[in-house]
């Protein structure tokens, strides 16, 4: 009997020691801690929410599963995440692009579409959880996966080039670090390389656009992508903007963009241009 009495003292006193350092102010400052924390976590939910882009309606008809512009066919892949674009006689060539933060992934198709048909190669564009694929972890992963996810889903591309928009090109970036063997490009659109990808010298080319008009890139941002790009082609629209590479803005956030001073259809006619020519030389170079 005295045994058990000692066992049940003993197995008392840690509680008693919890429960005693957990002061009623100690609970007052958790719990004003969490509060702040949910407000902070619903303000930036709020914000981004406010800030999203939606596309224009002059995109939609890119846009539509099924349909064919200019010969080149519409159609989805992955369960509705992502819509390929298919040339006529397409090549073993494809490209895999992550639209920009907050972006509606339809903004992006008529550009797809036109890089699809110039370049003979096969354009997948993504449509990534929340629009968030490259904000932070864990949305940069879910954006690599469904990268990954793209690749598999089509075996009789040879070769892939991975790309995207402003935030979108980091989450390309990303990928291509963590699977140099699957990537022979990677082609950033108004895009800073956020990881340094030299190590890959022999085995990927690298394209960066800026328009001279973006409000986001700065020069001095896409200066520095030849430190951290193999194999670099750098190709600057003058007069374009941060918004130009898709149907939608005017964008406002996180900065103000520049006024484009030429046509949407200009810039966008000068990227495809720009991309396909790119995506030629890339396929050149892997025969």
């Not at 957990?22 to 981004?48: N, T």
């Not at 490009?185 to 190590?199: E, F, M």
Request: net charge positive; glycine share 8%.
């Amino acid at each position: 009997d005295d045994l058990l009495i000692c066992v049940r003292v003993l197995a008392c006193r840690p509680a008693r020691r919890i429960r005693s350092s957990c002061s009623p102010l100690r609970y007052v400052m958790l719990l004003a801690l969490a509060l702040l924390f949910l407000l902070l976590a619903a303000a930036f939910s709020a914000l981004l929410w406010r800030n999203r882009q939606p596309a224009f309606e002059s995109a939609r008809r890119f846009a539509a599963v099924g349909s064919t512009v200019d010969g080149v066919e519409c159609v989805e892949m992955l369960n509705s995440s992502a819509l390929a674009y298919i040339p006529p006689s397409p090549e073993e060539i494809g490209l895999v692009y992550v639209p920009g933060a907050l972006v509606e992934h339809a903004a992006y198709a008529p550009l797809c579409s036109a890089i699809a048909r110039r370049s003979g190669c096969v354009v997948v564009l993504l449509r990534v959880p929340l629009r968030m694929s490259a904000l932070g972890w864990p949305f940069t992963s879910l954006g690599c996966r469904r990268v990954a996810a793209a690749i598999a889903a089509l075996p009789n591309v040879k070769t892939w080039a991975v790309g995207g928009h402003s935030m979108g090109g980091g989450t390309a970036c990303s990928f291509v670090a963590a699977n140099p063997r699957k990537v022979a490009g990677v082609c950033l659109h108004g895009s800073l390389a956020w990881i340094d990808l030299r190590a890959q010298q022999e085995t990927l080319c690298s394209l960066a656009v800026r328009g001279s008009c973006d409000g986001l890139l700065t020069t001095a941002m896409f200066d520095a992508n030849p430190a951290r790009l193999p194999n670099l082609t750098a190709v600057i629209i003058d007069g374009g903007n941060h918004a130009g590479y898709g149907h939608y803005g005017p964008q406002r956030f996180p900065l103000p963009d520049g006024e484009r001073t030429i046509s949407l259809e200009a810039q966008q006619a000068q990227v495809s241009d720009a991309t396909a020519t790119w995506l030629q030389n890339l396929r050149k170079a892997q025969q």
